[in-house]
């Protein structure tokens, strides 16, 4: 899970620090640098999952062709090349970030570690790195920069010094091993050392894998999609048509899964999803009313608000516990209704589950759920992060806004629900009119 992130020269972002909460939630204006948070965090973990010294692939723009999936599903982001995101008055790029990796299970004393980097990113190649892992208060911190001597790092567990390798890529470093004063070690202790290094080397790229993201754009734009003949690896694919392919091929393949939409879905829309395989070759996505004499019809007939649903709750029932959502517009074409149940199912799914959202929103019914189950008790102030965005002459401003136990943000929030009410205000005046 993220603690802190701070962006330095990227798009309109000059210094913008956040500090993250079990629930973050960015709102602003369009244009204010919200999606940039996303977007900087993308483009990290894929240059770290190519293991690369790049931060904008050099060949941007190009399409592979592979099929049915029009760009590899590698691919999250695509911004251009580096001098499209590099601020006009910056030399580079600088991200921190903080976050906390965990194990899943105990190996070799280590449950969970604290991980920090800085990264420096010049003409498209990362320059230098330096940053620390704290496991259970043991602590080794690693440095590099480029054209100088890299010298790894040392962790001590117990009687066990494990090497932190450090790479000159963004995966920053890798397992380098480890050295043991007793030299007859059962085999079974030898492997848990060894899965213990490859842990501790993968740490930084870790936490990279631990963010998903949920696009703005989402949804079934036809009555059916190829069957690719495998479960796809990922839903988190770079455009509006590979995400709506892989998506019903992975709820075609998964039954459990389905089922668990299905119910997600009854809840919030009175429908299910099925599929029927047509010809051998596609699938057609139907939805069916939970009512006794509700028909079938094709889901991409239910309606623009209902097939941006399955979109979003397919990604959160992949995540794992400890895990990041980085949610773009949950309200869009949803029912001012139906925007406050998916928020309220988010919050539930999130405690639940435990796991991180972040989430991007204009919508005051998302944000009203949110303070409301601060003001119900279900939430404490601590749980949520909420910044407010705006844009000052190309910079980015970002403000931490308090909320308290009451779910009332202190400051309140400028050009948010003063619009509802400015409406408001202006409809009064005219039924006043003779």
């Given at each position: ?17 956040i ?5 973050t ?39 592979p062709a ?54 420096r ?16 208060g ?6 590099f ?35 043991s ?15 213990t ?12 894998r631990?963010?998903h993201?949920?696009?703005?754009l ?39 899964l389905?089922e ?6 009854e ?50 029932l ?20 139906r ?22 929103t204009?919508?005051?019914h ?13 939430r ?23 909320i ?7 400051g ?22 003779p």
């Amino acid at each position: 899970m993220l603690k802190t992130i701070r962006l330095k020269n990227f798009k309109l972002h000059e210094d913008t620090s956040i500090e993250a909460a079990p629930i973050t939630v960015f709102i602003g204006p369009n244009n204010s640098g919200k999606s940039s948070i996303f977007q900087a965090l993308l483009l990290l973990r894929q240059a770290a999952s190519r293991n690369d010294r790049l931060l904008c692939e050099s060949s941007a723009g190009e399409v592979p062709a592979q099929q049915p999936y029009q760009y590899s599903p590698q691919r999250a982001v695509d911004l251009g090349m580096f001098e499209e995101v590099l601020r006009r008055t910056g030399s580079d790029i600088q991200v921190e970030f903080s976050g906390i990796v965990h194990a899943g299970k105990p190996v070799g004393g280590m449950d969970q570690a604290f991980v920090s980097a800085q990264l420096r990113v010049r003409e498209n190649q990362l320059v230098s790195h330096a940053g620390s892992v704290d496991v259970s208060g043991a602590k080794t911190a690693w440095e590099f920069v480029q054209g100088t001597q890299i010298k790894n790092s040392l962790l001590r567990l117990g009687s066990v010094q494990f090497v932190l390798q450090v790479l000159e890529t963004f995966q920053l470093t890798g397992p380098g091993g480890y050295h043991s004063d007793n030299l007859n070690l059962p085999p079974e202790t030898l492997l848990q050392y060894n899965e213990t290094s490859q842990r501790l080397g993968a740490l930084p790229t870790a936490l990279f894998r631990s963010m998903h993201p949920i696009y703005a754009l989402r949804g079934f734009e036809e009555w059916g999609y190829p069957i690719t003949g495998f479960p796809p690896t990922s839903l988190e694919l770079l455009t509006l048509h590979d995400r709506a392919i892989a998506l019903p091929n992975a709820l075609a393949s998964d039954r459990r899964l389905k089922e668990r939409l299905s119910e997600q879905l009854e809840g919030l829309l009175k429908i299910s999803i099925d599929f029927e395989v047509v010809a051998g070759k596609k699938l057609k996505v139907w939805a069916k009313g939970s009512s006794n004499n509700a028909g079938e019809t094709l889901f991409v007939n239910e309606g623009t608000g209902a097939n941006q649903v399955p979109f979003i709750i397919v990604p959160v029932l992949l995540t794992a516990p400890n895990e990041t959502v980085l949610l773009s517009e949950p309200e869009a074409h949803l029912h001012p209704k139906r925007q406050c149940e998916l928020t309220r199912m988010l919050l539930t799914v999130a405690k639940k589950e435990n796991i991180q959202f972040f989430i991007e929103t204009h919508s005051e019914h998302v944000l009203h759920t949110i303070l409301n189950a601060v003001a119900r008790g279900e939430r404490s102030p601590a749980d949520v992060a909420l910044y407010y965005f705006q844009n000052k002459n190309g910079i980015a401003e970002v403000g931490k806004r308090e909320i308290n136990q009451f779910g009332q943000v202190d400051g309140g929030l400028p050009d948010f629900f003063e619009q509802s009410l400015a409406e408001l205000t202006d409809y009064l005046k005219a039924l006043s009119k003779p």
